[in-house]
């Protein structure tokens, strides 16, 4: 069996297993970084120890860095799950096109085809 989503005007079609592997692929994630943002809340250092001990500013530092990225990871975790929802998962957001299942399976949070991230990380 195979979930067929309409997005514009191509055809996205992914095998109902791999859709449900690929969901429970973005749960886990959804999970570990949601545990990764707790853990680098609890170990913050306060921020008068952080001025006394310069080792310790960069403690907080690294922390606040890898917050920011479990956030960034987890909002795109997060926004996969509503394409799931929506029947938009697995259509590139640039082309249309759809994203190659090889590439879903290494980056389920994935938004754009190989190409079209190419193009967008090639800049202007």
């Not at 970084?33 to 001025?51: C, S």
């Not at 957001?93 to 994935?110: E, K, M």
Request: charged share 25%; proline share 4%.
């Amino acid at each position: 069996m195979v979930n067929r989503q309409i997005t514009g005007d191509r055809e996205t079609v992914l095998p109902i297993d791999d859709l449900a592997a690929l969901r429970e692929q973005l749960l886990e994630q959804r999970l570990f970084r949601q545990g990764q943002l707790r853990q680098l809340a609890g170990a913050t250092v306060p921020r008068a120890e952080a001025r006394l001990d310069r080792q310790a500013a960069s403690h907080r530092e690294v922390h606040v860095k890898l917050a920011d990225a479990a956030r960034m990871v987890l909002a795109d975790v997060e926004a996969a799950l509503t394409r799931m929802d929506q029947g938009t998962y697995g259509a590139c957001h640039l082309c249309r096109g759809p994203i190659d299942h090889a590439l879903l399976t290494i980056v389920p949070q994935a938004r754009y085809c190989a190409r079209c991230q190419h193009v967008r990380e090639a800049g202007p």
